[in-house]
């Protein structure tokens, strides 16, 4: 037995197997559909009741947790544990604030009445006249007397500028504002603060612009009105009259020496302005700024603090709070806020519910300010809103009503299901699978893998798996059409009887008639040619044409077939679309399942959430679908035949389905393939060209690049909370200088003697674990008693000094030095005398009980002195504590150090994050490097510094989009490797997943490309729809590709070698327009040897080439008479999924739509009108490319095999044309 025969036996055998296993199957679920459509749906509902009833249910009150990468490795984690290092401190501070409070009670009790007493005189010296001339003489003496003193000092400045250079800026003139005793009233509220600076975590925010957009400025007189009307109506909606408030309006009557805005004047405007404008200098300088803040210290002269700059913050809070940032370079404002303060002291209405919470604060909004044009006077309007930072979860609240655009979603597709398949029980039937299979994902999701955090984004699923869900089904439905069809045609051809399930109607039964009627001249036709040579041959294609044009839906629903002919027909189904659903399912839940390769939670779990939702789609499909499928034949279709159901329609109806029957199929078996036959060297270039542009797009210009800005977009830009955050934050100096602030010289930390192990889960972000009874997990290793680890940390803090990585390290080293003399004190009797070079020196006890017991000293000595500080206190986390020490809080041992130095960067972008990370990182590793050089691997001192780790809060936005980054690419690239596997074994051609995957590429390249062009950036949600791109598009790529190799393109097809030649002469002829006569043609067919030793290569392979378009053609023809209406339709329905979402209010659900809609319409294009081009010019033909899988998995030896007796193709041939040569004389 050759190698040849064996592989052809164990191929066969294989293929017996499977068509056994086939057949068993259709034969079950045939006889059984009842028992596994019911039995499915009873276990479906069960495991989804389970979930539901047992579980508590998902709560999206709070979307961060989940949004940050956590895990080992990320930088979040690294935060999360130094939380835990601060909380455990506070612990401790708590503990002796308690002691020191009850040791001191009566000695502070009296300082602070004495303050209060003190307070009280400062308030009657507010009523002093600073315009007089004695009082005007007496501040200027001050500034005469101290010229050259430092004017503010604030805690990051060595130097400053003196009184002299102050009053300069000041144009040397001096402007005192003096107020009345009504607006100090206003000033000084009962129970709250004084009104001279804001609390930015606690307030509402109000926005106004001019309504009349050609006059923009809203320092006039009718403008600042409107705003003084609207800022009492403003008042009473928010119940702030206690409180404080800052307007505009209300600011310029203050400078005025007026308490009520409606008495402002043009007058006080311009005074207003030129007041601000004095103090223009001085603002740049940052004092303003500085003394607003109250970051300084030491305090200026009370010229300074008296003057209108100066006085009461009112020049600050104009300038940060009510202007925007174009005003002292115009005197204009094109935008203002208004800033209203909710109690310090919590309000209760009278039911007892307390007035100012977020729920309270989002009903306000809805009520008052969803649609605001009653605060639209003419004057002024509303340009955008912060009530008390309800803005996320105002989006988790509207998350609720936009699952109304899911009932859209199922309207849209079950009247496209309806139109399509004529059947709304079909339709029905699909939309209960997705929510089953929805039902099963989540029990799985919850009690099979435990997981209690349920992001809001899972539940855009629904939508995606509408989509999904449609495609199989429709692929399946048309399979059994086509299989029933099969079976019409082959009555039609053996003049066997057709019975139908109801009475044919008129139009049926002429129809009917003429399809028998043509059906025997077609047969007549054929026999005449064969026995009279000189009659016309039959048109190549001519009688497969007929065979497709009879595909009447009404005539093949309604044809009547046995139990019988159901397996036959679930048979081919199962072959034909099982394969597909198979591949395009698991392509794309492999697809989503790759995002548990990011590290962060929320793209996780919307990967594996998705991913089990499309697997158990699958599985319904091919059992309660398929069972679906034979009820539908046995009892809806008997039914709705009987009683006429779409017999009672309207005429027009049943003109127009009629119309759109003709109109599908002259689209999808006539012209696509002519066009995409005739115009395949064209659309090949065509395509290829955009999808290389997709990828310049995407990977060099304008590239798909991180988010410039570290906010998330909740709503479209047009809502007021996203206006403000979008547009009011980057038009006010306050919200601009925090931001610089925040990224310029971010601090830095330093821990060491703590693992940078988070002990909670990502998936369980409010379960805590613990370790020892601990929330942190200490290195043991590390002993800070140890006078080697002492001397390295001097050395590496001296280090850091010398490196311009850092700054503001001089700090931090001088407080090391003072704990260094604090030690000698304790170690040392007698007074000490140092050298100026001992002071440069950390003092280092000469061995580790000498250092325990002067570090125990050190401690005590900070418990027993007042000078403890809580985490709330405003000095924490100021440059006044750059050192910690965390002692055990049973042992008292020193277990974690850590202190604090300044970056010296501003990230400004992730890029200039990216480079400086990887340079501390690297800078890290070589000092520890060079440790391990000095002392060896498993040097003492570097065992235990080696875990130490360094981490920044401003490293947070970093670390996102860090792991976006590598999450993205990774998840990409295995997606696309496990879909090229996928297709591989399904199709079994490498030509075929070769080509399938370069189309996936170019369409997943083009997608992104027009989202790139269009704006997008890389964020979490892109990273979603990025690597979900790969199994959507795949599917309508595998659906063609998949029918391409199973076509039965010899179907109808003459067996006599003659008229084979003949035909395919001519199609070769008609489709590549040569003008060589047929004689030529002939003997080159009839004689290749000769013919191939007088030509050249490359006439061979063109000759080659010739003889496989027949096949091609043909098999592209299959391919879209089988699936190319189903993929459309399909396609269709998850473009209106997407569509049902494109309006939704949320970001996330209208960018999800909007892909959706692009994703479909390029995946078609490209599928239909790319990949399909490719198989028509060099699709594989016969057994050309196809993985010979008996020879890959053989698993013994060849001899020991049975012989399969095997048939050659022309045997096989000549055996076909016999019977139906038979078969045609019998008719």
């Given at each position: 037995?050759?190698?040849?025969?064996?592989?052809?036996?164990?191929?066969?055998?294989?293929?017996?197997?499977?068509?056994?296993?086939i057949?068993?199957?259709?034969?079950?679920?045939?006889?059984?559909?009842?028992?596994?459509?019911?039995?499915?749906?009873?276990?479906?509902?069960?495991?989804?009741?389970?979930?539901?009833?047992t579980?508590?249910l998902?709560?999206?009150?709070?979307?961060?947790?989940?949004?940050?990468?956590?895990?080992?490795?990320?930088?979040?984690?690294?935060?999360?544990?130094?939380?835990?290092?601060?909380?455990?401190?506070?612990?401790?501070?708590?503990?002796?604030?308690?002691?020191?409070?009850?040791k001191?009670?009566?000695?502070?009790?009296?300082?602070?009445?004495?303050?209060?007493?003190?307070?009280?005189?400062?308030?009657?010296?507010?009523?002093?006249?600073?315009?007089?001339?004695?009082?005007?003489?007496?501040?200027?003496?001050?500034?005469?007397?101290?010229?050259n003193?430092c004017?503010?000092?604030?805690?990051?400045?060595?130097?400053?500028?003196?009184?002299?250079?102050?009053?300069?800026?000041?144009?040397?003139?001096?402007?005192?504002?003096?107020?009345?005793?009504?607006?100090?009233?206003?000033?000084?509220?009962?129970?709250?603060h004084?009104?001279?600076?804001?609390?930015?975590?606690?307030?509402?925010?109000?926005?106004?612009?001019?309504?009349?957009?050609?006059?923009?400025?809203?320092?006039?007189?009718?403008?600042?009105?409107?705003?003084?009307r609207?800022?009492?109506?403003?008042?009473?909606?928010?119940?702030?009259?206690?409180t404080?408030?800052?307007?505009?309006?209300?600011?310029?009557?203050?400078?005025?020496?007026?308490?009520?805005?409606?008495?402002?004047?043009?007058?006080?405007?311009?005074?207003?302005?030129?007041?601000?404008?004095?103090?223009?200098?001085?603002?740049d300088?940052?004092?303003?700024?500085?003394?607003?803040?109250?970051?300084?210290?030491?305090?200026?002269?009370?010229?300074?603090?008296?003057?209108?700059?100066?006085?009461?913050?009112?020049?600050?809070?104009?300038?940060?709070?009510?202007?925007?940032?174009?005003?002292?370079?115009?005197?204009?404002?094109?935008?203002?806020?208004?800033?209203?303060?909710?109690?310090?002291?919590?309000?209760?209405?009278?039911?007892?519910?307390?007035?100012?919470?977020?729920?309270?604060?989002?009903?306000?909004?809805?009520?008052?300010?969803?649609?605001?044009?009653?605060?639209?006077?003419?004057?002024?309007?509303?340009?955008?809103?912060?009530?008390?930072d309800?803005?996320?979860?105002?989006?988790?609240?509207q998350?609720?009503?936009?699952?109304?655009?899911?009932?859209?979603a199922?309207?849209?597709?079950?009247?496209?299901?309806?139109?399509?398949?004529?059947?709304?029980?079909?339709?029905?039937?699909?939309?209960?699978?997705?929510?089953?299979?929805?039902?099963?994902?989540?029990?799985?999701?919850?009690?099979?893998?435990g997981i209690?955090?349920?992001?809001?984004?899972?539940?855009?699923?629904?939508?995606?798996?509408?989509?999904?869900?449609?495609?199989?089904?429709?692929?399946?439905?048309?399979?059994w059409?086509?299989?029933?069809?099969?079976?019409?045609?082959?009555?039609?051809?053996?003049?066997?009887?057709?019975?139908?399930?109801?009475?044919?109607?008129?139009?049926?039964?002429?129809?009917?008639?003429?399809?028998?009627?043509?059906?025997?001249?077609?047969?007549?036709?054929?026999?005449?040619?064969?026995?009279?040579?000189?009659?016309?041959?039959?048109?190549?294609?001519?009688?497969?044409?007929?065979f497709?044009?009879?595909?009447?839906?009404?005539?093949v629903?309604?044809?009547?077939?046995?139990?019988d002919?159901?397996?036959?027909?679930?048979?081919?189904?199962?072959?034909?679309?099982?394969?597909?659903?198979?591949?395009?399912?698991?392509?794309?839940?492999?697809?989503?399942f790759?995002?548990?390769?990011?590290?962060?939670a929320?793209?996780?779990?919307?990967?594996l959430?998705?991913?089990?939702c499309?697997?158990?789609?699958?599985?319904?499909?091919?059992?309660?679908?398929?069972?679906?499928?034979?009820?539908?034949?046995?009892?809806?279709?008997?039914l709705?035949?009987?009683?006429?159901?779409?017999?009672?329609?309207?005429?027009?109806?049943?003109?127009?389905?009629?119309?759109?029957?003709?109109?599908?199929?002259?689209?999808f078996?006539?012209?696509i393939p002519?066009?995409?036959?005739?115009?395949?060297?064209?659309?090949?270039?065509?395509?290829?060209?955009?999808?290389?542009?997709?990828?310049?797009?995407?990977?060099?210009?304008?590239?798909?690049?991180?988010?410039?800005?570290?906010?998330?977009?909740?709503f479209?830009?047009?809502?007021?909370?996203?206006?403000?955050?979008?547009?009011?934050?980057?038009?006010?100096?306050?919200?601009?200088?925090?931001?610089?602030?925040?990224?310029?010289?971010?601090?830095?930390?330093?821990?060491?003697?703590?693992?940078?192990t988070?002990?909670?889960?990502?998936?369980?972000?409010?379960?805590?674990?613990?370790?020892?009874?601990?929330?942190?997990?200490?290195?043991?290793?590390?002993?800070?008693?140890?006078?080697?680890?002492?001397?390295?940390?001097?050395?590496?803090?001296?280090?850091?000094?010398?490196?311009?990585?850092?700054?503001?390290?001089?700090?931090?080293?001088?407080?090391?030095?003072t704990?260094?003399?604090?030690?000698?004190?304790?170690?040392?009797?007698g007074v000490?005398?140092?050298?100026?070079?001992?002071?440069?020196k950390?003092?280092?006890?000469?061995?580790?009980?000498?250092?325990?017991?002067?570090?125990?000293?050190?401690?005590k000595?900070?418990?027993e002195?007042?000078?403890?500080?809580a985490?709330?206190?405003?000095?924490?986390?100021?440059?006044?504590?750059?050192?910690?020490?965390?002692?055990?809080?049973?042992?008292?041992?020193?277990?974690?150090?850590?202190?604090?130095?300044?970056?010296n960067?501003?990230?400004?972008?992730?890029?200039?994050?990216?480079?400086?990370?990887?340079?501390?990182?690297?800078?890290?590793?070589?000092?520890?490097?060079?440790?391990?050089?000095?002392?060896?691997?498993?040097g003492?001192?570097?065992?235990?510094?080696?875990?130490?780790?360094?981490?920044?809060?401003?490293f947070?936005?970093?670390?996102?989009?860090?792991?976006?980054?590598?999450?993205?690419?990774?998840?990409?690239?295995?997606?696309?490797?496990?879909?090229?596997?996928?297709l591989?074994?399904?199709?079994?051609?490498?030509?075929?997943?070769?080509?399938?995957?370069?189309?996936?590429?170019?369409?997943?390249?083009?997608?992104?490309?027009?989202?790139?062009?269009?704006?997008?950036?890389?964020?979490?949600?892109?990273t979603?729809?990025?690597?979900?791109?790969?199994?959507?598009?795949?599917?309508?790529?595998?659906?063609?590709?998949?029918?391409?190799?199973?076509?039965?393109?010899?179907?109808?097809?003459?067996?006599?070698?003659?008229?084979?030649?003949?035909?395919?002469?001519?199609?070769?002829?008609?489709?590549?327009?040569?003008n060589?006569?047929?004689?030529?043609?002939?003997?080159?067919?009839?004689?290749?040897?000769?013919?191939?030793?007088?030509?050249?290569?490359?006439?061979?392979?063109?000759?080659?080439?010739?003889?496989g378009?027949?096949?091609?053609?043909?098999?592209?023809?299959?391919?879209?008479?089988?699936?190319g209406?189903?993929?459309?339709?399909?396609?269709?329905?998850?473009?209106?999924?997407?569509?049902?979402?494109?309006?939704?209010?949320?970001?996330?659900?209208?960018?999800?739509?909007?892909?959706?809609?692009?994703?479909m319409?390029?995946?078609?294009?490209?599928?239909?009108?790319?990949?399909?081009?490719?198989?028509?010019?060099l699709?594989?033909?016969d057994?050309?490319?196809?993985?010979?899988?008996?020879?890959?998995?053989?698993?013994?030896?060849?001899?020991?095999?049975?012989?399969?007796?095997?048939?050659?193709?022309?045997?096989?041939?000549?055996?076909?044309?016999?019977?139906k040569?038979?078969?045609?004389?019998?008719?």
């Open positions: 037995m050759s190698f040849t025969e064996w592989e052809a036996a164990v191929t066969a055998r294989i293929g017996h197997y499977i068509a056994k296993l057949l068993w199957y259709s034969t079950f679920v045939v006889k059984y559909a009842w028992c596994f459509l019911l039995l499915g749906s009873i276990v479906c509902i069960c495991l989804g009741l389970t979930a539901v009833l579980r508590d998902p709560d999206f009150n709070d979307p961060t947790k989940g949004f940050i990468p956590r895990g080992k490795y990320t930088l979040t984690s690294r935060l999360f544990v130094l939380e835990q290092l601060k909380n455990e401190l506070d612990k401790q501070l708590a503990a002796a604030r308690i002691i020191s409070k009850s001191n009670f009566a000695s502070t009790a009296s300082p602070y009445s004495r303050d209060e007493q003190h307070a009280g005189n400062d308030d009657d010296d507010d009523d002093f006249d600073y315009n007089s001339p004695a009082d005007m003489m007496n501040l200027r003496e001050d500034l005469r007397d101290n010229p003193e004017a503010f000092l604030s805690s990051k400045q060595t130097t400053c500028l003196t009184n002299a250079q102050a009053y300069s800026l000041l144009k040397n003139r001096t402007d005192l504002l003096k107020i009345s005793k009504a607006i100090k009233k206003e000033l000084h509220k009962p129970n709250e004084m009104c001279t600076s804001i609390d930015l975590n606690r307030h509402y925010e109000v926005y106004f612009e001019a309504s009349d957009k050609s006059s923009p400025n809203l320092l006039t007189l009718p403008n600042l009105l409107s705003l003084c609207k800022q009492a109506e403003l008042i009473e909606l928010f119940q702030v009259h206690s404080c408030h800052y307007t505009l309006p209300e600011m310029v009557a203050y400078f005025a020496n007026k308490v009520d805005c409606n008495q402002i004047t043009e007058r006080d405007i311009h005074s207003f302005i030129n007041r601000l404008q004095r103090c223009h200098q001085i603002y300088a940052g004092l303003v700024r500085l003394a607003g803040l109250n970051r300084y210290r030491k305090k200026p002269l009370e010229l300074f603090q008296y003057d209108s700059c100066f006085y009461n913050n009112f020049t600050f809070l104009s300038l940060e709070y009510l202007l925007d940032k174009s005003f002292l370079t115009t005197n204009q404002t094109s935008h203002t806020g208004m800033w209203f303060l909710r109690p310090t002291v919590p309000m209760r209405d009278a039911n007892g519910s307390e007035v100012h919470t977020s729920d309270t604060a989002y009903d306000i909004f809805v009520e008052h300010f969803q649609q605001n044009p009653k605060f639209d006077d003419g004057q002024t309007r509303i340009a955008g809103l912060n009530f008390l309800i803005r996320i979860p105002a989006a988790m609240k998350i609720r009503n936009d699952m109304f655009f899911v009932i859209l199922i309207t849209l597709i079950v009247a496209v299901t309806v139109i399509y398949l004529r059947s709304i029980t079909v339709a029905l039937m699909t939309n209960v699978c997705v929510v089953l299979s929805c039902a099963c994902a989540y029990f799985a999701y919850k009690i099979i893998f209690d955090l349920f992001p809001y984004i899972n539940l855009m699923s629904s939508f995606i798996l509408i989509g999904i869900s449609c495609d199989n089904v429709f692929v399946i439905f048309d399979a059409y086509s299989e029933k069809l099969d079976i019409y045609n082959e009555a039609r051809l053996k003049s066997r009887q057709i019975e139908f399930y109801g009475k044919l109607t008129e139009k049926q039964e002429k129809q009917y008639r003429r399809d028998r009627e043509y059906t025997s001249s077609i047969i007549r036709r054929r026999l005449t040619s064969k026995n009279d040579p000189d009659q016309p041959p039959l048109q190549e294609g001519e009688e497969e044409e007929h497709d044009l009879i595909k009447n839906t009404d005539l629903r309604i044809m009547k077939v046995n139990e002919q159901m397996i036959q027909m679930m048979e081919g189904v199962l072959r034909h679309a099982a394969a597909s659903v198979f591949v395009t399912s698991f392509t794309t839940s492999a697809a989503f790759t995002n548990m390769i990011s590290r962060i929320y793209v996780q779990l919307f990967g959430f998705m991913g089990l499309i697997l158990f789609n699958f599985l319904m499909n091919i059992t309660m679908i398929v069972s679906f499928v034979i009820i539908y034949e046995k009892f809806c279709e008997p709705s035949a009987r009683l006429g159901i779409f017999n009672h329609f309207p005429d027009l109806f049943d003109n127009i389905m009629l119309s759109l029957t003709r109109l599908n199929h002259a689209i078996t006539v012209y002519k066009w995409i036959i005739k115009l395949r060297y064209f659309l090949i270039v065509v395509f290829f060209v955009f999808g290389v542009i997709g990828l310049f797009v995407v990977f060099h210009h304008p590239k798909l690049s991180p988010p410039k800005s570290r906010r998330y977009q909740f479209q830009l047009t809502h007021p909370f996203e206006r403000f955050e979008y547009q009011m934050r980057d038009q006010f100096l306050s919200y601009i200088n925090e931001d610089i602030d925040n990224v310029t010289n971010p601090l830095l930390i330093f821990t060491f003697g703590v693992e940078e988070d002990l909670v889960h990502p998936f369980y972000p409010d379960k805590q674990r613990y370790v020892n009874n601990k929330t942190i997990v200490f290195n043991d290793k590390f002993d800070f008693y140890d006078p080697k680890t002492l001397r390295w940390l001097d050395t590496f803090l001296r280090d850091l000094n010398q490196s311009d990585l850092f700054t503001n390290v001089q700090e931090t080293y001088a407080q090391w030095l704990i260094g003399e604090l030690l000698r004190g304790f170690l040392t009797t000490h005398k140092y050298s100026s070079s001992e002071d440069q950390f003092f280092v006890p000469p061995t580790r009980n000498a250092t325990k017991v002067a570090l125990n000293r050190l401690f000595f900070f418990s002195s007042n000078q403890l500080a985490a709330g206190d405003s000095n924490r986390g100021s440059e006044n504590f750059r050192l910690g020490f965390l002692p055990d809080a049973e042992t008292r041992h020193l277990r974690a150090f850590l202190f604090m130095v300044n970056m960067v501003t990230f400004n972008s992730f890029s200039a994050q990216h480079t400086y990370y990887q340079k501390l990182h690297d800078y890290f590793d070589q000092r520890l490097e060079q440790l391990k050089l000095s002392e060896g691997v498993h003492h001192v570097y065992e235990q510094v080696k875990h130490g780790w360094f981490v920044s809060p401003q947070l936005f970093y670390d996102l989009m860090r792991e976006v980054i590598r999450g993205t690419y990774t998840s990409l690239i295995f997606s696309m490797l496990f879909a090229f596997v996928v591989l074994l399904t199709s079994g051609n490498i030509v075929i997943t070769l080509y399938a995957i370069l189309t996936i590429i170019f369409i997943i390249a083009d997608t992104v490309g027009i989202f790139v062009l269009c704006g997008w950036e890389l964020s979490i949600l892109e979603i729809i990025i690597i979900m791109s790969v199994g959507l598009s795949v599917d309508f790529t595998v659906h063609y590709g998949v029918a391409y190799i199973k076509a039965d393109w010899k179907r109808n097809q003459s067996q006599a070698h003659s008229r084979r030649t003949s035909n395919a002469l001519k199609l070769l002829h008609l489709t590549n327009g040569d060589l006569n047929e004689q030529s043609l002939l003997e080159q067919v009839s004689n290749p040897k000769a013919h191939s030793k007088k030509s050249s290569v490359f006439s061979r392979i063109k000759t080659w080439h010739r003889r378009n027949l096949q091609r053609f043909r098999r592209i023809k299959n391919s879209l008479i089988r699936v209406s189903a993929v459309f339709i399909a396609g269709l329905t998850s473009f209106l999924a997407g569509v049902s979402m494109a309006p939704s209010k949320l970001t996330s659900f209208s960018q999800m739509g909007y892909f959706l809609m692009l994703i319409f390029v995946s078609w294009l490209y599928a239909t009108w790319f990949f399909l081009p490719l198989l028509s010019f699709g594989p033909i057994k050309f490319g196809d993985i010979p899988f008996g020879r890959l998995f053989r698993c013994g030896k060849t001899s020991s095999l049975p012989v399969v007796q095997t048939v050659t193709t022309d045997e096989n041939d000549q055996q076909e044309s016999r019977e040569f038979n078969e045609e004389q019998a008719v």
